[in-house]
């Protein structure tokens, strides 16, 4: 069984920053990727940010330039440093472990005023 814990999240005004982490229970060496998705109110999920266990990484559009997903394998820790935030990157953000099976967080709420 794996374990993500994300943290992180809280509010911040537009423009402003917040850093993500997912730290995972096991190894994140050899997983097939990691990701960041978002949930807003009355919205289904989506994709913001995955990493691969090779290092390539993949955006949603309208956050490109703006996150970063990297990884810390030592630390089994997935993160996302989020700049210039907007009210639409507003809802709960989960981590995702992607091997044979997906796991998933609890999430952390990101909420950014404008």
């Known amino acids: 069984q794996v374990q993500l814990v994300e943290s992180g999240g809280g509010l911040v005004q537009a423009g402003g920053s917040l850093r993500l982490s997912c730290a995972a229970s096991?190894?994140?060496?050899?997983?097939?990727?990691m990701g960041w998705f978002r949930q807003a109110p009355g919205k289904q999920r989506e994709l913001v940010a995955t990493i691969a266990t090779s290092g390539t990484t993949n955006y949603k559009d309208s956050v490109k330039g703006r996150f970063t997903i990297s990884r810390d394998n030592a630390k089994n820790t997935v993160y996302l440093q989020m700049n210039s935030l907007k009210p639409e990157d507003s809802g709960v953000y989960y981590c995702r472990y992607l091997a044979a099976f997906e796991y998933w967080g609890q999430g952390t709420q990101v909420t950014v005023s404008s």
């Open positions: 096991v190894s994140i060496i050899r997983v097939n990727s």
